[in-house]
């Protein structure tokens, strides 16, 4: 019997009789958006807590900015490559043990990492960390993917992603308020202590497949017309065919991961480095810092609502809506290189600018992964896109703390400046993509 036995997708049960179908459905489908968004946004406070004290550990330790950035480049390269690999294997899996699973690894290693105090095992727990934390967005994706049909999924993503936002403000007041209750580690501690805890609640509330319940696809269950370029009926993909026919051969994927590759340079350029910025430019202290965290994250809920919601009134076209939210941010970053010192509340308000308008394009183009792809393969597809999001968090983690030791802040914020405008330009490209247009006939 196979290690991972336990991970294999939940067969399915006979069906229900249609009364008892019209009574669990809606309270299970709230139940799986429920259990993936307080799950997904645990393992922000598992993965954002080390920004918030980077510049503390740092000076205990006497790591340099450099080394800093080499932690942050190497555990997004990490969790890009863990996002792709494990949401193939999601495909495959339960998301229900899967999703948990991630946690506890993840708990471990934030446990190790704040036991510790050498570079190397710094690099390489938090580098592990990141391709474990890969096993949070897939499964979420297969099950609300299963559980809500296509023409719902602008405005479900839009209120699940909230989950971006509401993890990674934790994750900075979080890691703020342990750090000064009792030092950087705390920071490490106390966030792998609620990762444990949301790890049993997953296995609780967590559930598979409708069918794997007794329920019809929620295809039948809404009366809308099957995925336009689902394929596979409900049968599950071998890895080969997977990640060929319907990842590598899929030419609208690698256009929105194109764009994505930016998207997340845009992301995560304040999420990393925001608050030693603030700190070392704006004489900032460490719970100033973490509320820079907060209000970037915040800031994003009300506009992912409102993009997911426009989104799906404009027939699906994520990549014209996308676009539209990066301008402003392009317009932000320029804004904050010619803010004036003293005036911390106006770097906060153009954090704010970032948050809500960078996070909307972070959901619709993970929502794209979903729109273009069979729902069979969502996971691998959403993961496809993330793993260019974190190849660009990737040369931004590593490419800022370079710029930021040899050419000072301004040639760094300038240079994110210059990947929002190439994100903008890669959009415009898919400005008339919507689902339907992408016939099966052309995905190869």
Same mark, same amino acid.
């Not at 990141?130 to 559980?147: D, E, I, N, T, Y």
């Not at 019809?216 to 099957?226: I, K, L, T």
């Not at 996971?379 to 260019?388: E, P, S, V």
């Not at 710029?403 to 914020?413: P, S, T």
């Given at each position: 019997?196979?290690?991972? %036995? ?21 309270? !299970? ?6 259990? @993936? ?32 950035? $080499?932690?942050?480049? /190497?555990?997004?390269? %990490?969790?890009? *490559? ?5 949401? /193939? ?22 446990? !190790?990492? =704040? ?16 391709? *474990? ?33 509401? =993890? ?45 319940e007794g329920l019809p696809p929620v295809e ?11 394929? @596979? ?34 992301? &995560?350029?304040?999420? $990393? ?20 965290? +907060?209000? !970037? ?6 506009? @992912? ?25 392009? +317009?932000? #970053? ?16 153009? #954090?704010? *600018?970032?948050?809500?308008?960078? &996070? ?7 929502? /794209? ?10 996971? /691998? =597809? ?8 974190? !190849? ?26 210059a990947c929002a405008v190439a994100a903008i ?15 099966p006939s052309s995905q190869a």
């Amino acid at each position: 019997m196979s290690l991972f %036995a336990f991970l294999r997708p939940a067969p399915p049960r006979p069906r229900l009789p249609e009364e008892e179908i019209r009574r669990r459905y809606p309270r !299970l489908r709230w139940q799986i958006l429920e259990a @993936t968004f307080l799950g997904y946004a645990t393992y922000y406070i598992v993965r954002n807590n080390l920004p918030v004290v980077s510049r503390e550990m740092a000076a205990d330790l006497l790591y340099s900015r450099s080394q800093i950035g $080499d932690m942050l480049a /190497a555990t997004a390269l %990490a969790y890009g *490559v863990g996002k792709f690999l494990m949401g /193939a294997w999601s495909d495959r899996s339960n998301p229900r043990y899967f999703m948990a699973l991630g946690l506890v690894l993840t708990a471990l290693c934030n446990f !190790l990492f =704040g036991a510790t105090s050498d570079y190397l095992l710094h690099l390489l727990l938090w580098t592990l960390n990141g391709f *474990v934390q890969g096993m949070g967005w897939p499964p979420c994706g297969r099950a609300l993917g299963h559980w809500f049909s296509l023409r719902e999924r602008g405005a479900v993503f839009a209120v699940w992603n909230i989950a971006h936002n509401l =993890g990674g403000g934790l994750a900075g007041l979080i890691a703020a308020y342990a750090t000064q209750a009792g030092g950087w580690r705390n920071a490490f501690f106390v966030p792998g202590l609620l990762a444990l805890a949301c790890a049993f609640y997953l296995v609780w509330r967590l559930r598979d497949t409708p069918q794997s319940e007794g329920l019809p696809p929620v295809e039948e269950y809404r009366r809308d017309a099957p995925d336009p370029i689902q394929r @596979t009926g409900e049968r599950e993909l071998g890895t080969r065919e997977l990640l060929l026919d319907y990842i590598l051969r899929n030419r609208y994927l690698w256009l929105f991961a194109a764009a994505n590759f930016f998207v997340y340079i845009a992301r &995560y350029a304040m999420l $990393d480095w925001g608050p030693t910025y603030l700190k070392d430019v704006k004489q900032a202290d460490v719970t100033q810092g973490g509320h820079s965290t +907060a209000v !970037l994250e915040f800031a994003g809920i009300f506009s @992912t609502l409102l993009m997911g919601w426009l989104s799906d009134r404009l027939s699906g076209r994520r990549g014209m809506v996308s676009l539209l939210c990066m301008i402003p941010v392009a +317009a932000a #970053f320029a804004g904050i290189i010619f803010a004036p010192s003293g005036m911390l509340w106006l770097d906060l308000l153009l #954090f704010g *600018v970032i948050g809500f308008f960078v &996070y909307p394009p972070v959901m619709l183009l993970g929502v /794209a992964g979903l729109d273009f792809t069979s729902k069979k393969a969502v996971g /691998a =597809g959403a993961g496809f896109i993330g793993l260019f999001g974190y !190849l660009g968090r990737t040369a931004q983690g590593k490419g800022m703390g370079w710029i930021v030791d040899r050419w000072g802040w301004n040639a760094a914020l300038w240079s994110i400046f210059a990947c929002a405008v190439a994100a903008i330009l890669l959009l415009a490209l898919t400005w008339r993509l919507r689902p339907l247009t992408a016939h099966p006939s052309s995905q190869a």
